[in-house]
């Protein structure tokens, strides 16, 4: 199977522009520079089985961090990806609308799971649709789907952002489930948390498919306290937002380079030619991401407050 676009990758640009993997900084991503601290874990914790009140604790944190609705539930799974590929099974294959350009893997889900995946055009003939909200990469934020449309998967990945403007409410409605990232905000992409909260129905599916001890013991525990830590999440939004601006500034006092969307954890801009930059930087060692579909747009995640005049002075020479 053909490898899809993403973010990363590190150890190929070594390999094309040189240099070891602890020499790169990575910017081609969306996870948050600052993560959240690692909090003391017992021996248990690595050592056990993870146990049901511990599970319980997390999925009642995520309840209230995101403000999930009565009568949906929360299934807690080891990252998004290992949901997104069973998602199209909850239903029979039909039309699919996934607005695009957005996160690739929810076309090739629904594609490999034998759905007629299309665009904006095909939402009145929808049998599923899925939406990124805000998007990935051009940070677009959605109304809700028509829930007439069958199955919905509302996928918030970077909603933390801004949560006034989630979904979340979508959650209590019947065939829809809404995704959320833990990696990405909380910026501990190799903890591998995710969550589903939707339909009790078709939650309960991917519980069985998933089966039993999905989310580690070290997961749980992180993922507990991080959700309960409201003040760290607003102090964080604070500061991703400050650094966004600054981002912006610095990479539009380049000639040509404009905004053309994004959220607080990457940026997306419109150039000539963003390969050429995206090249530029990597002789720096500094990893960006361009797209197969776009000559024109490169996106550039946050560094880290370390990292800024590395930056700069790439840019600057």
Known sequence: MRARDHGGGIDAAARAFGGNREDWLDLSTGINPVPYPLPDLAPG??????????????????HRFWNVPHGARVLAVPGLSSVIPRIPLLAPPGRAAIPGPTYNEHAAAFTRARWDVGDRPA???????????????????????????????IDESFADLDPARSLI??????????????GKFWGLGGLRLGFVAGDPALVERLAEDIGPWPVSGPALRIGAQALSDTAWAEATRARLAEDAQRLDALVTALPGVKVAGGTALFRLYDLRDAAALRGRLALHRIW??????????????LPAPEAWPRLEAALAR
């Open 288 to 301: 960006t991401r361009t797209f197969p579909w776009s000559a024109s747009w490169l996106r550039i995640g």
């Open 123 to 153: 939402l009145d003939r929808a049998r599923a649709v899925v939406i990124v909200n805000p998007n990935n990469p051009t940070g677009e934020w959605h109304r809700p789907p028509d829930p007439a449309l069958g199955l919905r998967v």
């Open 45 to 62: 914790d690595w050592q056990a089985l993870p146990d049901r009140a511990a599970r319980d604790a997390l999925v009642e944190a995520a």
């Open 169 to 182: 409410a979508e959650a209590a409605l019947p065939r829809t489930l809404v995704l959320k990232s833990f």
